[in-house]
């Protein structure tokens, strides 16, 4: 079975930073896609991030642009979320999230991680 889990939540305060990681088992890591998705109070659930494992490439959301990057780890099958300056609008829940090639979307979840941002 495909398993992720997340880490690395808590509370901070505004303009601080933060660092969730992911571990995947039971997945082809090797040259998928992992996405970091978060759901804010009252919002639904929106994409922030994502990395393909293969050669590393990049997207964020533009709400993240320049304050959150995302990394992987492929000798640990983990994929990490680095988020600074952090605003009060980034409270939430955020997952990690896996990507299923046949069906051309992101099929696999973590349980989440609470983000408090004060």
């Known amino acids: 079975d495909v398993q992720l889990v997340e880490s690395g939540g808590g509370s901070v305060q505004a303009g601080g930073s933060l660092r969730l990681a992911c571990v995947v088992s039971g997945y082809a890591y090797g040259g998928n896609c992992l996405g970091w998705f978060r759901q804010r109070p009252g919002k639904e659930r929106e994409g922030v991030a994502s990395?393909?494992?293969?050669?590393?490439?990049?997207s964020f959301a533009d709400s993240v642009k320049g304050r959150f990057t995302v990394s992987r780890d492929n000798a640990e099958n983990t994929v990490l979320l680095q988020m600074n300056a952090l605003e009060s609008d980034g409270t939430g829940v955020y997952y990690c999230?896996?990507?299923?090639?046949?069906?051309?979307?992101?099929?696999?979840w973590g349980q989440g991680t609470q983000v408090t941002v004060s």
């Open positions: 999230a896996a990507w299923r090639v046949l069906s051309g979307s992101f099929v696999y």
């Open positions: 990395i393909w494992t293969y050669d590393g490439r990049t």
